[in-house]
């Protein structure tokens, strides 16, 4: 049966909504551009250790991105620090790959298992 314009269109918002993560506090606080945005997503629910469709955590993607205050924010309210996603990577992990030195130092000093995954397989963190 031939599908009309409408109809194709109609399927193709249906699948891209599915597939996008819902608006709210838990995916506020993954993208939070600072504390105040972090605190005001916890106000309003958001899980400290929450995770996206991919299991990354708000911490996995806040260290990646370099927000140090963010970052020190979520482990002061019991972000687990050795969380992995689904492609096996860490908070310390993303931010070791994106060249986020002050992000590694922090999650080192507040205990983050100081090993990284490379070709699948577990390495031991070397700093520069």
Known sequence: MPYTRLSLIAICLTLLLGACEAWGPDRNLRYAADVAEARQAIA???????TDPVGQTPLIIQ????????VKFLIDHGAKLDMVDGTGGSAL???????NKAVVDLLLDSGAYPTIMVNDQEAPLSTP
């Open 63 to 70: 260290a990646r991105q370099g927000h140090l205050a963010v």
């Open 93 to 99: 992990s993303e931010a070791y790959r994106a060249g």
């Open 44 to 50: 309003d629910g958001a899980q400290v250790n929450g």
